[in-house]
């Protein structure tokens, strides 16, 4: 069993090198291939010898008897320098040219591979390489000077395009014989009988000749109902310099591409055809046309042949071939022998080759005859999807991904997404427009806990004497504090009755009533608000305990259990209202229970949006815009101002927030930034709010459940085309990896302005195309 090598050479070109040279080895039939990877550097010295090798062969076949058309397609140059090339020189440059192709492929990354290649390979196994690439001087290259072919002697090389596909056939009905369409074209200057007496010498065959055909006669044999085994030619061909397209001289005075057989062939490829053989000069371009019909192999002339290099190969093959040898090892044996010819026609082992369909299987003689032979299936090689595949099966995988996130499946990723998203903002300064003075542990040793009345009533009242806009007191006060001191109670209380611009808090947290904290029983209902956080332990199960939503609102419906705080509006909102309002912009909300702070539309949070799929969205809930500052506002402890160490004319026309921010005293949530206290989450959330409506600092947006589909199915295309276009795994991992990068950028820039775009669903898509090409590789 001979063992497929195929060596992918990708983009680049002799200048700028090859960066994505890849090599697969099959060693059995149905086996996942090995892959190395390697690159060539560029080589424009080569590319120079390989034209001045091409030119001087040109100028030798002048004088030989070349199967060349009389038409133009060669090249062109002076033909004084005809006289000038001897054989010495030319020789000279032949030994020059694999000598620089040997260092050439020797570079260290390349050298890599081919050990890593060789390290796979027996010497005595039978070797099939396939060159994929689509630049026409590489297609041209003589690669049998690679020393490679020393060393492994039945290795032989081909020919293959990037794009190639495998094309159901209907396997001929032939009775034991081979059946060939031989066509002798224009014959004007070489002698094409030689080529009808050797394949007359074949056994078991039927050919049909069509000597010097028309156009017409030619289409219409090649629609033949019984089918063809090979494909034969014989005559004038040759190939457009700059088209590179190959031409036919089918007669004398008619000239033909394969573009104008293509329906004729594809009629012949479909009805058993397995094998043309262009025994004719420079057939490249002819090969690269046959092989975008996917004819299974073919074999060219590289170059300008003469006649009778041409008809010794024809000889040596169809014996080597007919006698038992592989495909492979008869066009070898009959390509080496031709050394035999080089003192009177230089190079001309360097001349034939096979164009081959990878997708193809290989067969030999007899399974040309018919001879019963089990079949052996296809070698799996990665074919290209094609793109309109690759769009239709965008769609389910897309569908997959989004049921997996309707579900709840991807929530905690994309929510630990989008912290990490929220972290990696720039940097922004405190709200100057707040003041937080905290309870710390001095203040604790110095005062006592929780603060006494007394001295929170001296705090208040040397506060509000400044004017600020409004004061939140972020610690309760539902009893006396100490219990047996009602001299401060009462001096608690008259402040609490005579002040409008002070906000008071409750509690409506755990399970009953008795665990319900109530407000200070002298503010009027609209100076309270609740200082409940919600942490995201419900959406997740219990896995995630970050803060990243508040609720600002909520009727008093919505409290599970009877409760001693009864207020609709929290802590913050009291706060940023009454601020607002102080500079004439007024709060309400609409129909969708949204509040509206003037234009400004702050938007509740509802289930199914952003990252959140199981998300409880009774009242009206905030996604906190953390701010990206150590500090959200300037902070002073309480000693400061009760002592008169602080500027309070400083606090005119400011917020003033009270609470405690001794280590020692619990109040610590897990938020995107880490661990702060619950009076700064309520700070963070007054700055936002204040923020959006004063400075257009942008909320928080998203799309609907639509918009989020269509973004993920575009990277999912992304994902697609990126196998499409690439089937080497490591450079589609690399690849994927780029746009995963892409996509996080695209996702943080659209953070800066308040988007929360999915970024977890379109990674996993993308990702997952990785493994669907590897699938489609193995259908």
């Not at 004084?80 to 001897?86: E, K, L």
């Not at 092989?291 to 590289?302: H, T, W």
């Not at 999915?758 to 990785?770: Q, R």
Request: net charge negative.
């Amino acid at each position: 069993m001979s063992i497929l090598v195929v060596l992918k050479l990708g983009k680049g070109d002799w200048q700028t090198g090859f960066f994505n040279v890849s090599v697969l080895v099959w060693e059995s039939q149905n086996q996942i291939p090995l892959q190395f990877i390697g690159s060539l550097p560029s080589a424009p010295e080569l590319e120079e010898v390989y034209q001045h090798w091409r030119t001087l062969y040109e100028a030798l076949s002048v004088n030989l008897s070349f199967r060349r058309s009389s038409l133009p397609g060669g090249f062109e140059f002076d033909e004084n320098d005809v006289t000038q090339v001897s054989d010495e020189e030319f020789f000279a440059l032949c030994d020059k040219l694999k000598r620089m192709l040997n260092l050439w492929v020797d570079s260290p990354s390349f050298s890599r591979l081919e050990g890593q290649l060789r390290s796979h390979l027996n010497v005595n196994s039978e070797i099939r390489m396939i060159i994929e690439t689509e630049t026409p001087q590489l297609q041209q290259f003589p690669w049998n000077l690679w020393r490679f072919f020393d060393d492994y002697p039945y290795a032989e090389i081909s020919l293959s395009p990037q794009e190639y596909k495998r094309i159901p056939t209907v396997p001929r009905k032939n009775a034991g014989q081979v059946r060939i369409l031989a066509i002798l074209g224009n014959s004007t200057g070489i002698d094409v009988e030689q080529d009808q007496l050797m394949l007359q010498q074949l056994t078991e065959v039927e050919i049909v000749w069509l000597v010097e055909p028309r156009r017409r006669d030619l289409d219409e044999h090649l629609w033949d109902e019984r089918g063809w085994d090979i494909l034969f030619f014989a005559g004038h061909s040759w190939t457009h310099p700059e088209q590179g397209t190959g031409y036919l001289e089918i007669n004398p005075t008619e000239r033909i591409t394969i573009e104008h057989l293509r329906n004729a062939l594809s009629a012949a490829l479909a009805r058993g055809l397995k094998l043309g053989i262009f025994n004719s000069c420079d057939g490249l371009g002819l090969g690269r046309e046959l092989a975008s019909l996917s004819i299974p192999q073919i074999i060219v002339m590289r170059e300008a042949v003469p006649d009778m290099v041409a008809q010794n190969f024809l000889k040596l093959f169809l014996r080597a071939f007919s006698g038992g040898k592989s495909f492979y090892l008869a066009v070898r044996e009959a390509r080496e022998r031709l050394q035999g010819l080089e003192s009177e026609f230089p190079c001309a082992s360097w001349l034939p080759v096979i164009c081959q369909n990878p997708a193809a299987t290989s067969f030999s003689w007899k399974q040309l005859q018919g001879n019963p032979q089990p079949d052996k299936p296809p070698l799996k090689v990665p074919v290209r999807p094609r793109l309109s595949r690759i769009l239709l099966m965008s769609i389910p995988l897309t569908l997959m991904v989004m049921g997996g996130r309707w579900l709840g499946i991807w929530q905690s990723l994309e929510l630990k997404a989008f912290d990490t998203l929220m972290k990696q903002r720039p940097t922004e300064s405190a709200d100057s427009r707040l003041l937080i003075i905290g309870m710390d542990e001095k203040d604790i040793s110095q005062y006592g806990y929780p603060l006494p009345d007394d001295k929170l009533a001296q705090l208040l009242n040397q506060l509000t004497a400044y004017q600020p806009t409004v004061i939140g007191v972020d610690i309760f006060r539902d009893q006396p504090v100490p219990s047996k001191t009602a001299i401060g109670y009462q001096q608690l209380s008259q402040y609490w009755q005579n002040q409008e611009n002070v906000i008071g808090i409750c509690g409506s947290s755990g399970d009953a009533e008795s665990q319900s904290i109530a407000p200070p029983p002298q503010l009027s209902p609209q100076q309270v608000g609740f200082v409940d956080l919600y942490d995201d332990k419900q959406p997740t199960n219990g896995q995630d305990d970050t803060v990243r939503r508040y609720l600002l609102s909520r009727s008093p419906g919505l409290l599970e259990m009877p409760s001693r705080c009864q207020t609709s509006y929290s802590f913050a909102l009291q706060l940023a209202y009454r601020y607002l309002n102080a500079n004439g912009i007024s709060g309400v909300t609409d129909e969708q229970k949204n509040w509206r702070f003037a234009s400004v539309i702050v938007k509740r949070l509802e289930n199914r949006i952003g990252g959140y799929q199981r998300l409880n969205d009774q009242g009206n809930q905030l996604l906190i815009n953390y701010r990206n500052t150590p500090q959200i506002a300037k902070q002073i402890p309480v000693r400061s101002v009760l002592e008169g160490h602080f500027d309070l004319s400083r606090i005119k026309g400011h917020i003033v927030l009270i609470g405690v921010t001794a280590a020692s005293v619990p109040d610590l949530h897990d938020t995107p930034y880490g661990e702060i206290r619950g009076v700064y989450v309520h700070g963070h959330v007054i700055s936002q709010i204040l923020s959006a409506v004063m400075d257009n600092r942008p909320l928080f947006w998203w799309w609907p459940q639509w918009g989020d589909l269509l973004w993920v199915w575009f990277w999912s295309l992304t994902g697609g085309v990126i196998v499409w276009r690439l089937r080497i795994p490591l450079s589609q991992g690399i690849a994927i990896a780029v746009a995963i990068v892409v996509l996080w950028g695209v996702c943080w820039l659209v953070l800066l302005q308040g988007g929360w775009l999915p970024f977890v669903p379109p990674l996993i898509v993308m990702v997952s195309w990785i493994f669907v090409s590897r699938l489609i590789n193995k259908l």
